[in-house]
Antibody, heavy 119, light 112 residues
Framework: EVHLLESGGGLVQPGGSLRLSCAASGFSFSGYSMSWVRQAPGKGLDWVSVIDHSGTNTYYADSVKGRFTVSRDNSKNMLFLQLNSLRAEDTAVYYC????????????WGQGTLVTVSS | DIVMTQSPLSLPVTLGQPASISCRSSQSLVHSDGNTYLNWFQQRPGQSPRRLIYKVSNRDSGVPDRFSGSGSGTDFTLKISRVEAEDVGIYYCMQGTNWPRTFGQGTRVDIK
């Protein structure tokens, strides 16, 4: 069974940084692209980023480009999202997801980790 | 970016009755490979999203057959043949054809 467990969320001040992690199990992690999707409190889903299976290619939403960096460690079945220069509007639950069908299309989702940007 | 527009945004339904949600994209979702990468997700209250439908009309594993997807080009529909209590939640369409991927605003389905 596919299992995705996010961690690393918390309260951070505007302009600060945070690193999110996602531990994957139950599937051949190195064979799949992985995505991050966020959801601000009471709002809809917002696609953030994708990384291909090897870690070679990445894409970002315009709203996070230059501030967020996605990476992965296939030897440890881990996905990461580095969040820099955080803004209040980045406050959200961040989900990692296993892409299925095409890259950037989440199939199976984790339970999410909450990032709160506030002074 | 491709804009995904859903309607209605709120859908009160009677148990056992059908429900239909529309999703329109600002440009065609037909990929150069010939596929149309339109997905539907369900988010029940307090839960993570779950994909129901991929490539317009293909149900994910474990999804009840009362859910069906249809459409082409820029116009798509998710139908629930007979709404059950467990179908309450928010439904999102998402395009997987162009970068960046984009979601619709969501349609809240609840019971009358």
């Amino acid at each position: 069974e596919v299992h995705l467990l996010e961690s690393g969320g918390g309260l951070v001040q505007p302009g600060g940084s945070l690193r999110l992690s996602c531990a994957a199990s139950g599937f051949s992690f190195s064979g799949y692209s992985m995505s991050w999707v966020r959801q601000a409190p009471g709002k809809g889903l917002d696609w953030v980023s994708v990384i291909d299976h090897s870690g070679t290619n990445t894409y970002y939403a315009d709203s996070v480009k230059g501030r967020f960096t996605v990476s992965r460690d296939n030897s440890k079945n881990m996905l990461f999202l580095q969040l820099n220069s955080l803004r209040a509007e980045d406050t959200a639950v961040y989900y990692c997801a296993k892409d299925e069908v095409v890259p950037g299309t989440p199939g199976t989702w984790g339970q999410g980790t909450l990032v709160t940007v506030s002074s | 970016d491709i804009v995904m527009t859903q309607s209605p945004l709120s859908l009160p339904v009677t148990l056992g009755q059908p429900a239909s949600i529309s999703c329109r994209s600002s440009q065609s979702l037909v990929h150069s490979d010939g596929n149309t990468y339109l997905n539907w997700f369900q988010q029940r209250p307090g839960q993570s999203p779950r994909r129901l439908i991929y490539k317009v009309s293909n149900r994910d594993s474990g999804v009840p057959d009362r859910f069906s997807g249809s459409g082409s080009g820029t116009d798509f529909t998710l139908k629930i043949s007979r709404v059950e209590a467990e179908d309450v939640g928010i439904y999102y369409c998402m395009q997987g054809t162009n970068w960046p991927r984009t979601f619709g605003q969501g349609t809240r389905v609840d019971i009358k």
